[in-house]
């Protein structure tokens, strides 16, 4: 007659359930959805501070992690701490499972942030913005108008820019809340006279309309003129955050002669994420690993993302492509909202409940 099995203690069973739920939601993690959460207001009023949405990993493929000795459902950092939560001494290369589609154009993504050099590409903090250029794109922007390949851009419904707007009395924020301006998004000039405010063109045309606003005027940097924040940095392209361009985005294969004028634009790209040991400038020409090249073949491709916040969003305007590698997913759906300004039940936004993002 066999020995009856051993039942396991109440705790090995707890230790078993635990086990097989993070190795579950690791998987799940990895291979097809990934939850995030608004941080930053880069993205109103397309997406808002305090949004949780689901971010799909099959939609462009899921990632092989470049990275693989990590602790589980950690990102960085151990939970808590400042201690690493995970270990590089192993690093492979980039490959990602097919997907159902490719990156297109508008899409709204959520990628590792690129010039994060001290984290390995796939630990690296992760953005969300929206895909204005894919791989070939011509990128310009005039009097903070978008144009990709000539051609004006398609604009968000809720783009928000930034507007001086001029008041005959002091706001105050209860006015702001009736127009959908939350505290964040307003700030009152030192003397008294009136706001910056960012808005959405609906708001705007209401504030227009109201007896207590004197004017309204768009904030729009002007032409010819070089920040020194925009990428790519130390050129002579007089561009800025509502001038730019144009610039076209890199395509995997596309050749490039090393002219003068494309070293300016596309040396950073390649020295920072094309995987060679040594790029460096010298006499004028580009050296890559010991050898001079006159011209340059692209690994792979690369995008141009910007907020939908457009004078609050800190993009590929000032810090440059998104590499293909740096890719995490398309950002997919919400599944809660909470307003930080209200309080119990006020605090969520029901109607953006299960709301797809677009």
């Given amino acids: 007659m066999s020995q009856s099995k051993k039942k396991k203690s109440p705790t090995r069973e707890w230790v078993d359930a635990l086990v097989f739920a993070v190795v579950a939601a690791s998987l799940i993690r990895w291979l097809l959805l990934e939850p995030f959460t608004i941080p930053t207001a880069s993205m109103e009023k397309s997406l808002l501070v305090g949004d949780f949405l689901f971010v799909s990993k099959m939609h462009y493929g899921?990632?092989?992690?470049?990275t693989p000795l990590q602790v589980p459902l950690t990102h960085q950092k151990i939970w808590g701490t400042n201690i690493p939560s995970y270990s590089d001494a192993i690093q492979l290369p980039y490959y990602r499972?097919?997907?159902?589609?490719?990156?297109?154009?508008?899409?709204?993504?959520?990628?590792?942030?690129?010039?994060?050099?001290?984290?390995?590409?796939?630990?690296?903090?992760?953005?969300?913005?929206?895909?204005?250029?894919?791989?070939?794109?011509?990128?310009?922007?005039?009097?903070?108008?978008?144009?990709?390949?000539?051609?004006?851009?398609?604009?968000?419904?809720?783009?928000?820019?930034?507007?001086?707007?001029?008041?005959?009395?002091?706001?105050?924020?209860?006015?702001?809340?009736e127009y959908g301006v939350n505290p964040d998004s307003y700030l009152a000039f030192s003397d008294g006279s009136g706001y910056m405010v960012f808005a959405t063109n609906e708001v705007i045309s209401r504030l227009e309309s109201s007896p207590v606003i004197t004017s309204v005027t768009k904030r729009v940097e002007k032409s010819n003129f070089r920040d020194p924040r925009i990428f790519p940095e130390n050129t002579d392209f007089k561009w800025n955050a509502d001038n730019f361009g144009p610039l076209k985005v890199p395509s995997k294969g596309e050749s490039i002669q090393l002219t003068a004028e494309n070293l300016q634009k596309y040396f950073f790209t390649i020295q920072k994420y094309e995987g060679h040991e040594s790029v460096a400038m010298q006499d004028g020409s580009m050296v890559i690993d010991?050898?001079?090249?006159?011209?340059?073949?692209?690994?792979?491709?690369?995008?141009?993302?910007?907020?939908?916040?457009?004078?609050?969003?800190?993009?590929?305007?000032?810090?440059?492509?998104?590499?293909?590698?740096?890719?995490?997913?398309?950002?997919?759906?919400?599944?809660?909202?909470?307003?930080?300004?209200?309080?119990?039940?006020?605090?969520?936004?029901?109607?953006?409940?299960?709301?797809?993002?677009?």
């Avoid at 899921?62 to 470049?66: C, G, S």
């Avoid at 984290?119 to 144009?147: C, F, H, M, Q, W």
């Avoid at 993302?305 to 457009?310: A, K, L, S, V």
């Fill in 97 to 177: 499972l097919p997907g159902f589609s490719d990156v297109e154009r508008y899409d709204v993504v959520v990628f590792n942030y690129p010039t994060e050099f001290q984290y390995p590409p796939d630990l690296k903090t992760n953005y969300i913005k929206r895909a204005v250029g894919i791989p070939g794109d011509v990128i310009e922007i005039k009097n903070s108008d978008l144009y990709v390949n000539g051609e004006m851009a398609m604009k968000p419904e809720e783009m928000q820019f930034s507007y001086d707007v001029i008041s005959n009395r002091p706001l105050n924020p209860d006015f702001f809340m």
């Fill in 62 to 66: 899921t990632r092989i992690p470049k």
């Fill in 290 to 358: 010991g050898q001079k090249v006159d011209s340059y073949t692209f690994k792979q491709d690369y995008y141009f993302m910007m907020g939908d916040n457009r004078h609050d969003s800190l993009d590929s305007r000032f810090w440059g492509f998104v590499p293909e590698d740096h890719i995490v997913g398309k950002a997919w759906f919400l599944w809660l909202s909470l307003d930080k300004y209200e309080s119990m039940f006020n605090k969520i936004r029901w109607s953006r409940f299960f709301k797809g993002i677009e």
